[in-house]
């Protein structure tokens, strides 16, 4: 694949400096028409021009093929964004805010007062879960960090010991009772990614070999799964809570 897109850009850049030659070219021919002849100036500012728009073009070619650099002609033909889809897994992963069995969660610790409302701490993550998209094609969203866009709901119970424990773990030095306590909130927020839960896509999906799917005839593509490039990020549109 790197090969493929070295030779890509190689072409590309091929291109830009034989358009940049015959610009050159007809610019010289275009003096000559217009005054009879080809003199130094001409030349020179022939050359310069070329040089501007070579340049110019070398840097459009290179700028490209890093924004796309998965080797397709187009950042669609690797990557779904924004597919909709119904989230299928088993709530294995308890949330330390309420502690609500869940696929995923985001908590927010905020310390509320004389007018400020200040975020101490945010996490999110995930225990691993497919998502059923409309079109038919699946995606995968694996075990760890995860981003959740959207409201989230206050929890209104505060003495929970579970959120405690998960913050001692964080930081076994942690001193609650102090005011350097660097976990200090009198407000807790909390997202939960539950299955049925309709989510909708925000960052790069691409298209990777599932090997859990049965194995397929000779000549057929094998099935795939949309994987996620960078850290999946996704909103909720509904819940089932």
């Given amino acids: 694949m790197r090969a493929a897109e070295q030779r890509q850009i190689q072409r590309a850049e091929g291109a830009v400096a034989l358009l940049t030659v015959i610009a050159c070219a007809l610019t010289l021919f ?8 080809v003199t130094w100036l001409h030349a020179i500012a022939a050359v310069a021009t070329g040089t501007v728009g070579l340049h110019l073009g070398l840097r459009t070619v290179r700028q490209t093929s890093r924004q796309f650099p998965v080797g397709a002609t187009n950042l669609l033909d690797a990557a779904k964004l924004n597919g909709c ?11 330390p805010a309420t502690g609500t069995l869940c696929v995923a969660y985001a908590v ?3 310390l509320a007062g004389n007018g400020q409302d200040r975020v101490m701490y945010r996490d999110a993550v995930t225990s691993g879960f497919e998502i059923q998209l409309d ?15 959207g409201d989230m709901r206050e929890a209104m119970d505060l003495d929970n ?10 930081d076994g030095r942690r001193r609650p009772d102090t005011p350097y306590d660097p976990f200090r909130y009198n407000v807790v927020y909390e997202s939960l990614v539950l299955p049925g839960d309709r989510i909708e896509l925000l960052s790069a999906f691409e298209p990777r070999v599932n090997a859990k799917a049965p194995s397929t005839l000779y000549r057929k593509s094998m ?3 949309l994987w996620p490039r960078t850290v999946p990020r996704i909103r909720q549109l509904t819940s089932t809570i």
């Fill in 135 to 149: 079109d038919g094609s699946r995606a995968r969203v694996p075990k760890g960090r995860i981003r959740l866009v």
């Fill in 85 to 95: 889809g119904e989230v299928i897994g088993e709530s294995t992963l308890c949330s």
């Fill in 161 to 170: 010991p579970e959120l405690e424990s998960y913050l001692a773990e964080i």
């Fill in 108 to 110: 927010e610790l905020r």
């Fill in 30 to 37: 275009g003096a000559w028409v217009i005054t009879g002849s």
């Fill in 223 to 225: 099935p795939s799964v």
